[in-house]
Nanobody, 134 residues
Framework: QLHVVESGGGLVQPGGSLRLSCAAS????????QGWFRQEPGKEREGVAC????????YYSDSVKGRFTIYSDNAKNMMYLQMNGLKPEDTAVYYC???????????????????????????WGEGIQVTVSS
């Protein structure tokens, strides 16, 4: 079965840290562009961090730049999102995703995609809740 599964979410106080993990099964994650997205109730899903395993290029949204780090471990077929300096506005459901390079121009384009094309990405996890609150 081909899928990705997120883990590592939860409740954390402002200023705290969490590491999200994304485990891929049935396919080689490193062959795809990889990314983390988040969605708050009633809002559009937004890309926060995207990674090209081929050349190590990354893209971060302005809202998380300098606080979040995306990286992968090809040997384990996993992707991670290290989140530091968490803020209440980071509260959302976080999703990992992987998409074929055939539909992208740059790694940035993976993160800034919107509308129906976003949901056509090859793999989406079911999402995991991250809550930042005191």
């Amino acid at each position: 079965q081909l899928h990705v599964v997120e883990s590592g979410g939860g409740l954390v106080q402002p200023g705290g840290s969490l590491r999200l993990s994304c485990a891929a099964s049935g396919f080689t994650l490193g062959y795809y562009a990889q990314g983390w997205f988040r969605q708050e109730p009633g809002k559009e899903r937004e890309g926060v961090a995207c990674l090209s395993s081929y050349d190590g290029l990354t893209y971060y949204s302005d809202s998380v730049k300098g606080r979040f780090t995306i990286y992968s471990d090809n040997a384990k077929n996993m992707m991670y999102l290290q989140m530091n300096g968490l803020k209440p506005e980071d509260t959302a459901v976080y999703y990992c995703a992987a998409v074929s390079w055939s539909v992208l121009t740059t790694i940035q384009s993976m993160c800034v995609m919107s509308g129906t094309r976003l949901y056509e990405y090859d793999y989406w996890g079911e999402g995991i809740q991250v809550t930042v609150s005191s």
